[in-house]
Structure formats: C-alpha cells, structure tokens
C-alpha cells in the first residue's frame, strides 16, 4: 500500500505509528536504514486491530530486542512491529509455572525465576533478546534450549486470529521450530523446578562468568553469527572460522571480534553492506576449506 494510504487508515493509532523510521538504534548492531511503517504495539487489543487493517498486504517483520537482527540501510518496505509495555509482564502461575510476555527479556525471565526459587531457567541470564525471539529460535546455550522448559505459546496470527499451541505440537530442533512465519508469539508459559535461592544463583553466577570470559560484551555484536553445524562435524563453528580464515579481516568497521570469532562485530560506523561482506567472506572460506556450509544464525531484514 502507498504510505499516503496507510497514513489514512493508520491514523487511530496515533505516535504508535511512525512512517518512513529509522532502525538504525534498534538493533544491537547498530546498522541499518529506514522502514515504511514502524508500530509499537501498547496492547492486544490494538494488534489486533492493527493486523486486521493491514490485512496482511504488507511485508511483516517482527523486532525483538535487537539482538539477533542484522538491517539493511537500504529502505525497508514493509510493517516492523514491535510489542510494547503490556507484553513485558511476568508473573507466577502456580508452584512451579511461569508465564512471560514475548518482550521479557531473557535475562529478566532468568532473574525472576531465581528470585521465585525456581530452578531450570539459569542458563537464560546468558541469552541477549527477548523470549518471543528466544522462541522463535529455540535458543539456548550450555546444554539447554527454550524447548527444555516451555510448556506452551500464546501467539497470534497476521488475519488477527489468536491461538495457544503446547509444546508437544512443536517440533523443536537445534535453533529453529515448525511453527508457520506468520505467527507473532504474545507470551509463554514455563515449567521450572522448586529449588534453593543460593544454589540458584551461585548457578547463575557460574554461568555469567563462563559467558563474559568468553563472549565479547558491551560493543557493537549481535550474537553468534552462525549456527553450530552438528549434523556435519562435532567442531564448533568457531574452530571451522578460525582454522578456515584470517581473524584479522575486516571490511570498513565490520570486524571478526578478538574474544570470540563467531562473534562480528561493527567497531563504529560499519554498514549492512560491510558486515554482509564480512558474513560472505567467512562462509565462503569455511565451504573452500571444509566442505561445510555455514548456516546464519542472525536474522537478515532487507
């Protein structure tokens, strides 16, 4: 649809909506161009309106925390959403239930839960994004993935149509799910186990430092890169880079970090362009000297 259409029919939504925006700080990364429309979503109520006055005739990405994505500078034609205040709820179900809004961090899922005296949750405080991108993803780290403790997910369909789904109706497996593309997760419901305070978090403490040992933090990265490719080598992608190309390579700002080459990273003013060539070099490499191909694990909007 033309903008001038979308500003007419668009218009109840008020500074939730924002036209031709700039996503440039909404991304971990640090990259990126403008879109056709931006909408923060307050509530339920108004996705789903908002959904059914788009009627699905727009190109729809969903954006998390940032932490994953990598954005093109060139213009985006399409909806970006976002969930707002209202899907960043956490609250206790039963002894030993947890439901989370798809905006929680996961960090913040992993902090109440030590908090509530539940075990199981510890090796989120190590996983940057948020739940509904953690879903989306099956992602994990230290031998657990999302899948381990969810019990189900409340999402919504682009016609508006909201639907609970059981885990045992997914199929999860390294890094990604079966569930259709046009879902937006809403929120999820999690099984922990009772536990002490203290050996919670001294749990949680162990894995932190294991993290910031080994991952860089605190600069312009989006995660790892790439998957680990289990099924063709027990190798970790970051052997596979580090036998296959040189560290030091570089394209503009776009960078393999120090700490961890799995791990790019935008030492200031990189664009999409730059990191993508980074991203190519490093896959071309790997293949040229494995025999593997390298999937993504970052989130490519363009």
Known sequence: MEINHLKDILNEFGDNVR??????????????????????ADNL??????????????KIFILGAGSN??????????????????????SKLDEDVIIAGSSVLDKSLSEYAMNNNFRGFEFLSCIPGTVGGGLKMNAGCFGKEFKDILLSIQAIDYQGNIITIPNKKIKFEYRKNNLPDDLIFLSAS??????????IRNATDKLKKQKEKNQPTKIKTSG?????????TKKKVWELIKESVPLDKSFGDACISEKHCNFFVNKGNASFEDMK???DFVTKGVFEKTGISLEKEIKILE
């Open 45 to 58: 109520k108004n996705l789903v309106n908002f959904l059914k006055i788009t009627n699905n005739k727009e």
């Open 224 to 232: 790892s890169t790439f998957k680990n490719p289990i099924a063709q």
């Open 190 to 199: 999690f099984k922990g186990q009772k536990g002490n305070f203290n050996e």
């Open 19 to 40: 036209f031709e925006y700039d996503l440039k700080k909404k991304n971990w990364f640090n990259i990126g161009g403008k879109c056709k429309v931006f909408y923060k």
């Open 277 to 279: 060539k980074l991203i």
């Open 69 to 90: 994505t990598l954005i093109s500078d060139n213009f985006i034609d399409g909806v970006v959403i976002k969930l707002g205040k209202n899907f960043n709820n956490i």
